[in-house]
């Protein structure tokens, strides 16, 4: 990236969100030069498939897929069937935040129906800690889901899963998320324009 012409350098941040979030967690975990990683309703253990890098491989966290709810509507919702990667059969699929170089922001979604985002943060932010590193921020959104995109975008609280090819309810109240959309856009800016340019604030999007 960095020998890419549209990349002004010499610092990288990342962007992820869901599975993606965790893959950026990954790569800040293991690679070097990652300056700054903003994640959105991410886990903080590897998850869908192992992950290998050289010759280590992190094992993806273990589901019980009959641990599923179906809403009224005909709609999966997956938040339970996601075993707890702090019991002792799933540690070996957290991954390493602790070796990370650059700070973390955490969006949370607190009517994520995909996964438990937010016990997630709070396990990131406990290890970081015990490792004598500093706190992540996180930013936690009432009534908003599991799809938090950019501002006006509208709400996504199903669609079919990429992976499951089955329809998947992600949750989130429309005001309530869209407010979170607009939000959410500005502190990752401010949150990049921080810690990649140095800038305390960033002027307010015109989106």
Same mark, same amino acid.
């Given at each position: 990236? @960095?020998?890419?012409?549209?990349?002004?350098?010499?610092?990288?941040? *990342?962007?992820? &969100?869901?599975?993606?979030?965790?893959?950026? @967690?990954?790569?800040?975990?293991?690679?070097?030069?990652?300056?700054?990683?903003?994640?959105?309703?991410?886990?903080?253990?590897?998850?869908?498939?192992?992950?290998?890098?050289?010759? #280590?491989?992190?094992?993806? =966290?273990?589901?019980?897929?009959?641990?599923?709810?179906?809403?009224?509507?005909?709609?999966?919702? =997956?938040?339970?069937?996601?075993?707890?990667?702090?019991?002792?059969?799933?540690?070996?699929?957290?991954?390493?935040?602790?070796?990370? /170089?650059?700070? &973390? =922001? &955490?969006?949370?979604? #607190?009517?994520?129906?995909?996964?438990?985002?937010?016990?997630?943060? /709070?396990?990131?932010?406990?290890? *970081?800690?015990?490792?004598?590193?500093?706190?992540?921020?996180?930013?936690?959104?009432?009534?908003?889901?599991?799809?938090?995109?950019?501002?006006?975008?509208?709400?996504?609280?199903?669609?079919?899963?990429?992976? @499951?090819?089955?329809?998947?309810?992600?949750?989130?109240?429309?005001?309530?998320?869209?407010?979170?959309?607009?939000?959410?856009?500005?502190?990752?800016?401010?949150? &990049?324009?921080?810690?990649?340019?140095?800038?305390?604030?960033?002027?307010?999007?015109?989106?």
């Amino acid at each position: 990236m @960095l020998q890419h012409p549209k990349v002004k350098g010499p610092s990288v941040g *990342l962007l992820g &969100f869901s599975k993606g979030g965790d893959l950026c @967690l990954s790569m800040a975990s293991f690679l070097k030069g990652i300056t700054a990683t903003a994640v959105i309703n991410a886990c903080v253990a590897n998850t869908i498939a192992p992950l290998h890098y050289k010759d #280590m491989i992190i094992p993806n =966290l273990s589901s019980d897929p009959g641990k599923y709810k179906i809403t009224e509507s005909g709609l999966l919702n =997956l938040v339970d069937i996601w075993n707890d990667p702090l019991e002792k059969p799933n540690h070996q699929s957290l991954i390493p935040l602790e070796k990370a /170089q650059g700070p &973390f =922001l &955490f969006i949370v979604g #607190m009517d994520d129906h995909n996964w438990k985002s937010e016990f997630y943060a /709070q396990i990131a932010s406990e290890r *970081l800690q015990a490792h004598g590193k500093d706190r992540p921020q996180i930013i936690y959104y009432p009534g908003t889901g599991h799809c938090i995109d950019p501002p006006y975008f509208p709400l996504c609280r199903a669609s079919v899963h990429a992976v @499951l090819d089955q329809p998947i309810f992600y949750g989130g109240e429309p005001k309530a998320h869209s407010r979170a959309q607009v939000d959410a856009w500005q502190q990752i800016q401010t949150f &990049f324009h921080k810690h990649l340019n140095g800038k305390k604030s960033v002027k307010p999007s015109k989106l």
